[in-house]
């Protein structure tokens, strides 16, 4: 009768969840089982290996020949085929159609796990020692299945026994069931039909979403003590599963769903794996590795906007963007595009400046991503905004700007790009123009060679009547604005100055109709007012400021002797 002897390497058979607050999967000790088969059909007395050839001897000849890829194995057909209905239905044909031939000879093509797997099958087919690990259970298990390996040959044959080691793995240990997966990555058709590759989805799922404070860890006492103290993060399983293939992660994240886990824990799964897997992708030159090819890149793209959960703010709107990003790069379906462009635009009402900041990285683009928030804002425009209120559409005003004083230090930002996302929003989005004014300024201070007209361009969007007062007097003393913007600025000024002029029962005799013609004839000539002009006319302002200072002092000198007056009459 054979026998199996499960041996873990830390003595015991509960849970294993090896450094949970650092999440890694390799490194340590791994179960391993080991098999000892108490009969066999053939007893050999030596395995000797030469080269690539394999030969079992025994007091008798070798009376079957398997080659597995380049290797070849000189057997016996009573251990072989007493245990392989797949052996054993192969050697029953070679030997009825080359009856001449005394060593039948099989080839084998697409053997799962290669000549090292058929090498542990002939020694329990001898009953010789079989060492079983998380390394090589997937594909021996494959392997069984491949040769037909049941117990309907012999009791306790490979595929009962491979399958109670399985079961047990998945159920004792948290980074065994990561070294499955990747035993199996070469044996993927057999591990799909099999369902191998989703036993191990599911087993990782169930244990993400149980309560790590629940286990009972023998051994780890630093473990124990955390869980007890409530220190271990919700996160703690992150970093194992951002290991996964693409397939098997989102297989574990759709089992995650249905077992309940919380949106947010979900999505920042999602962005992790995502952050670890593209970040080594230089997207501006296109360099993919040889692993993630143009085709892999879409298919993974497509499918991470697919699995990201529903819920508000269970994905970051920064997130998302760097999805967008990819998504437009990898070129995937316009329908994916959309909804991800709607779904952001959403969240902007929320966001913060930061929160935009997505970089470029080919070496003539700008240091961040101008156009895919253009593109974010104006899908804001369409779809939102007719359902927001003016409050609402202040905030994104508000955000746009402070994002546009962030990026206009670039060198390397066209006009065209900073112009259009300015213009994107309708002027009466912004309560107050003066962080775009900051934002403009910026702009021209890093690029000084611009034109009258060009300058002219990016001012487009500011209405100097939402300037306040500090930000005015700050724009008509900035020499860098185009002219046209500096004269409405101090025709503003004179006519406020002389309003209050009025108000004051001055008798100063510039009116505001005086200053309206005079500034038109420059301005019905193409905004080209020449800068002595600008100078005079701020000088005339500043004439204006002393004399309404003087009317003020004069009206409060009168307010003072008129009280007075009473005052003196009353006693």
Request: proline residues 2%; hydrophobic residues 40%; glycine residues 4%.
């Amino acid at each position: 009768m054979m026998k199996n002897k499960f041996v873990s390497s830390t003595g015991r058979r509960s849970l294993d969840r090896r450094n949970v607050n650092g999440g890694l999967v390799s490194g340590g000790k791994h179960n391993r089982c080991v098999l000892f088969p108490a009969k066999a059909s053939v007893v050999a007395e030596a395995l000797e290996m030469n080269d690539q050839h394999w030969t079992v001897h025994a007091k008798f000849a070798n009376d079957l020949t398997v080659q597995i890829g380049d290797s070849i194995f000189q057997l016996h057909q009573l251990a072989m085929v007493s245990k392989s209905g797949y052996l054993n239905r192969l050697a029953f044909q070679r030997g009825i159609n080359q009856e001449k031939i005394r060593v039948p000879k099989i080839q084998i093509h697409d053997f799962p796990g290669g000549a090292e797997i058929f090498l542990l099958v002939v020694k329990f087919c001898y009953g010789w020692k079989v060492d079983l690990t998380a390394a090589n259970i997937g594909p021996v298990y494959c392997a069984a299945h491949f040769l037909e390996m049941s117990d309907d040959l012999q009791q306790e044959n490979l595929i009962s026994k491979t399958e109670t080691f399985l079961s047990y793995l998945l159920f004792a240990s948290w980074e065994d069931i990561f070294q499955i997966l990747r035993s199996c990555e070469n044996n993927f058709s057999w591990a799909k039909e099999l369902q191998i590759s989703k036993r191990c989805s599911e087993a990782i799922a169930w244990k993400a979403c149980i309560d790590p404070r629940a286990f009972t860890y023998i051994d780890d006492d630093a473990f124990a003590e955390n869980s007890q103290n409530g220190c271990v993060a919700e996160n703690w399983w992150f970093e194992d599963v951002s290991r996964l293939r693409i397939d098997h992660f989102l297989e574990v994240i759709e089992l995650i769903k249905q077992k309940g886990m919380k949106s947010e824990l979900i999505g920042s799964c999602i962005a992790h794996w995502t952050t670890k897997w593209l970040s080594q992708i230089r997207f501006g030159q296109h360099n993919l590795s040889k692993h993630l090819t143009q085709q892999l890149l879409r298919v993974t793209a497509e499918n991470l906007i697919k699995v990201l959960p529903e819920e508000k703010n269970s994905v970051s709107c920064n997130f998302l963007l760097h999805l967008l990003k990819l998504g437009m790069m990898m070129r995937i379906s316009s329908q994916l595009l959309n909804h991800l462009e709607t779904r952001i635009a959403v969240m902007l009402e929320h966001c913060s400046a930061s929160d935009l900041l997505i970089k470029n990285y080919g070496n003539n683009d700008t240091v961040y991503d101008v156009k895919i928030v253009t593109r974010v804002v104006k899908s804001y425009m369409s779809s939102v905004l007719k359902n927001s209120t003016s409050s609402r559409t202040f905030l994104v005003g508000r955000l746009v700007d402070e994002y546009l004083t962030m990026v206009a230090r670039d060198d390397k930002l066209l006009i065209e790009q900073f112009s259009s996302l300015s213009e994107a929003l309708p002027k009466d989005a912004r309560y107050c123009n003066d962080t775009l004014y900051g934002a403009i300024d910026m702009y021209l201070k890093a690029h000084p060679k611009l034109t009258e007209e060009e300058r002219t361009t990016i001012c487009r969007a500011m209405n100097y009547h939402k300037l306040s007062e500090e930000a005015r007097q700050h724009a008509m003393k900035n020499d860098r604005l185009p002219s046209c913007i500096t004269t409405r600025l101090i025709l503003l000024e004179q006519v406020n100055m002389a309003k209050s002029m009025t108000s004051s029962g001055s008798n100063f005799r510039r009116t505001k109709t005086q200053a309206v013609i005079r500034l038109s004839k420059g301005l019905d000539e193409g905004c080209i007012t020449p800068r002595k002009e600008i100078r005079l006319m701020k000088q005339e302002v500043e004439n204006m400021k002393v004399q309404l200072n003087a009317l003020q002092m004069c009206r409060m000198q009168l307010q003072k002797q008129v009280k007075g007056h009473f005052v003196c009459g009353g006693i």
